[in-house]
């Protein structure tokens, strides 16, 4: 009987020990995530290759299979991921919320998926290569932006090649 519950106990032990990897395994992988999606200025856009953090406005990330590419602003992020080769839904797509964050400084703890963003085309505000799409968690905070510079409100699945190739002429007839 000795030998049962001791084997029992090794057993048991190995099992919470198996557990608690397990448990630590997660959460380094979420916050290597959380930390990969920061950021910072050597980051380099992944179309452009232009510094991210030298422009105003809210940013992109598109986090998949073969890890994280950045992007200096929504538009450059949906331009890359609306090409065939890259379209795939295992991608997530993050960008700032904008009714969080300041212009000028996007806060990277108000990154919010893309597929459930509010964006606003045609607002008048300068971004990295003048094309801005600004983005929302909140469709009303999306709608007070078009209300105070003008543009419009979409969804992601509004947002095509057509729809950035119409926001980059009406950004450079601005300028």
């Not at 048991?12 to 910072?40: D, I, P, Q, R, Y």
Request: with cysteine; net charge neutral.
């Amino acid at each position: 009987m000795n030998k049962v519950s001791f084997r029992a106990s090794r057993f048991l032990a190995a099992m919470w020990v198996c557990l608690a990897m397990l448990g630590c395994e997660k959460v380094s992988s979420s916050s290597g995530t959380e930390a990969a999606l920061a950021f910072h200025p050597n980051d380099e856009c992944h179309v452009c290759g232009m510094v991210i953090t030298d422009f105003p406005g809210p940013k992109g990330a598109a986090v998949g299979a073969d890890g994280v590419k950045k992007f200096c602003s929504p538009a450059e992020m949906l331009g890359w991921w609306l090409q065939p080769e890259n379209h795939r839904a295992d991608v997530k797509l993050y960008v700032h919320d904008m009714g969080r964050s300041h212009w000028n400084a996007p806060d990277d703890a108000h990154l919010i998926d893309a597929r459930t963003a509010w964006f606003v085309v045609g607002s008048g505000l300068k971004g990295a290569m003048g094309v801005v799409l600004a983005s929302f968690s909140d469709a009303q905070a999306a709608r007070k932006l078009v209300s105070d510079t003008g543009g419009r409100v979409l969804r992601l699945e509004e947002i095509d090649q057509k729809v950035l190739g119409q926001a980059s002429a009406m950004s450079s007839m601005s300028h």
